[in-house]
């Protein structure tokens, strides 16, 4: 089992930033991947960024290339989502998650094994 906490979430005017953080603990010496997804209002929950654990590359949808950045810190078990120039449609629940297997793409949802509970990031016009 692997368990993952997020924080970082909160409310912030378009055009400001935040950084989500998730910590993972359990069995992360498992884990390949980890991914950060959302869950806007009245949408599919959708993959923003996922980055190989040991390798470290990455993945981006095309509506958050070049504000985000995701990274990790294999020392503290931990992953980051730093989001900049932030915009309304960025409001959603996002999630991080983690793999420990490699089935499917880095972006597909299957792939993912367990979940953190979300935290509210809404971004005000």
């Known amino acids: 089992q692997v368990q993952l906490v997020e924080s970082g979430g909160g409310s912030v005017q378009a055009g400001g930033s935040l950084r989500l953080s998730c910590a993972a603990s359990g069995r992360t010496y498992s884990v390949t991947t980890m991914g950060w997804f959302r869950r806007a209002p009245g949408k599919d929950r959708e993959c923003v960024a996922a980055?190989?654990?040991?390798?470290?590359?990455?993945y981006y949808t095309n509506s958050v290339k070049g504000r985000f950045t995701i990274s990790r810190d294999n020392a503290k078990n931990a992953v980051y989502l730093q989001m900049s120039s932030l915009k309304p449609e960025d409001t959603a629940v996002y999630y991080c998650?983690?793999?420990?297997?490699?089935?499917?793409?880095?972006?597909?949802?299957?792939?993912?094994?367990?979940w953190g509970q979300g935290t509210q990031v809404t971004v005000s016009s």
């Open positions: 998650a983690a793999s420990i297997n490699f089935r499917g793409s880095l972006a597909s949802e299957p792939r993912y094994d367990y």
């Open positions: 980055i190989l654990w040991s390798a470290g590359g990455t």
